[in-house]
Nanobody, 120 residues
Framework: QVQLVESGGGLVQPGGSLRLSCAAS????????MAWYRQAPGKQRELVAS??????NYADFVKGRFTISSDNAKKTVYLQMNGLNPDDTAVYYC???????????????WGQGTQVTVSS
């Protein structure tokens, strides 16, 4: 059993910054990929950023504003968000592709989501 625990969401003014954290716990043999997704009301879930074996990828709408990083010892992924605007308002979800044991298949896990609201 694997759990992803997120934190760091909240209310911020336009142009402000937030840092999201997501810690993985439980039976974990290998984390192949961690990512952040977001979903606004009435819209589909979309990929924000991902990191796999140290290689990072970002959605085009980030435009250099967000940075994804990880702490392997803590099994934690972060999303540093700068220059936030109201269009960034959404529930942000942590995602991890995990192999629980050496003989386990790869499985996707999701956090509960954390609300980010950008408003003046």
């Amino acid at each position: 059993q694997v759990q992803l625990v997120e934190s760091g969401g909240g209310l911020v003014q336009p142009g402000g910054s937030l840092r999201l954290s997501c810690a993985a716990s439980g039976s974990i043999f290998d984390i192949l990929r961690m990512a952040w997704y977001r979903q606004a009301p009435g819209k589909q879930r979309e990929l924000v950023a991902s990191i796999s074996r140290g290689v990072t990828n970002y959605a085009d709408f980030v435009k250099g504003r967000f940075t994804i990083s990880s702490d392997n010892a803590k099994k934690t992924v972060y999303l540093q968000m700068n220059g936030l605007n109201p269009d960034d308002t959404a529930v942000y979800y942590c995602n991890a592709l995990i192999r629980e044991t050496i003989i386990s298949v790869r499985r996707d896990y999701w956090g509960q989501g954390t609300q980010v609201t950008v408003s003046s």
